[in-house]
């Protein structure tokens, strides 16, 4: 619950009762109050501790196989013991008010499908999901082994998350729907993402240049922040309950 009832500008209560079409981007923040850490926080971020470009790349893996392994292997194990908190469901919900809705997120965690959301387009993959580094078959189950990362039983070549990292390309499929949505938009929220990653950080410009009304809520200020037409500041999971209140009720 929010410490502090929050007074949103009429006009957007009014914009957001009046869109038939509304694009949400999403990042690590979103999944802050689950108890995940995001990627930049500055002390509790992952990279806090890790150099991304040690971990999250196909040069990484190639380098050292059963690190990156380990690693995802015990992110895997953090987001399975965590829940949606309200702002996964408050834009679950969101979803049932508004025509044409779709959910763009960045986040690997999978929590929007758990929260409900259906519309749902993931831009980075899903770190529950196992594929093979070589000829990209996935698999349900495989074999812990302490000493090597394990293989795929089609091939023999080493599985890997099926997520996107450093350097390589996003799902099509995704990309291209995530791109239609936000120039086909009324209203784009970028919610808990510091925005510094292509292409998803462009998503917002290119709905502001088709016209759309761009809405921010984050923690703090962004790169997008001095572009928005709404600045939410605050905690997604308090700010995003509130909003739908007072716009549906
Ligand atoms: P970041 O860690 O870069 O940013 C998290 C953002 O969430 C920051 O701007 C915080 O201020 C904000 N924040 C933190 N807690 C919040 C809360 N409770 N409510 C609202 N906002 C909050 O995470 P992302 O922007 O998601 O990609 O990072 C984007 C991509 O960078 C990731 O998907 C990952 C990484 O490279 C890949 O691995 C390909």
């Not at 038939?20 to 926080?41: I, N, P, Y």
């Not at 089609?154 to 996003?170: I, K, M, S, T």
């Not at 791109?179 to 209203?187: F, I, K, M, N, P």
Request: glycine share 6%.
């Amino acid at each position: 619950m929010p410490s502090r009832s929050v007074e949103f500008p009429p006009a957007l209560i009014s914009l957001l009762r009046a869109a038939s079409k509304v694009a949400v981007l999403t990042g690590a923040g979103v999944s802050q109050e689950s108890g995940l850490r995001t990627f930049r926080d500055a002390q509790t971020g992952l990279w806090a501790q890790y150099k991304p470009e040690e971990l999250a790349s196909p040069e990484a893996f190639a380098r050292d196989p059963k690190l990156i392994w380990d690693w995802y292997a015990w992110r895997r194990e953090a987001v399975k013991s965590v829940r949606p908190n309200p702002g996964h469901y408050a834009l679950a919900s969101m979803e049932k008010h508004i025509p044409s809705f779709s959910l763009i997120t960045q986040n690997v965690d999978g929590l929007h499908r758990m929260a409900g959301s259906q519309r749902l387009l993931e831009l980075h993959g899903n770190i529950q999901r196992v594929r093979c580094a070589e000829c990209y078959t996935f698999t349900e189950t495989w074999e812990d082994d302490s000493e090597a990362v394990p293989r795929c039983q089609e091939c023999g070549g080493l599985l890997r998350p099926d997520v996107v990292w450093f350097g390589e390309a996003l799902p099509r499929d995704q990309l291209e729907a995530a791109v239609e949505a936000a120039r086909s938009c009324d209203v784009f929220f970028s919610i808990g993402t510091s925005g510094v990653v292509q292409p998803a950080a462009s998503l917002a410009f290119a709905a502001r240049n088709r016209g759309a009304v761009v809405v921010e809520i984050n923690a703090e200020p962004t790169p997008l922040t001095s572009k928005a037409d709404y600045f939410l500041q605050g905690k997604s999971g308090e700010i995003l309950p509130e909003l739908l209140k007072q716009t549906w009720g």
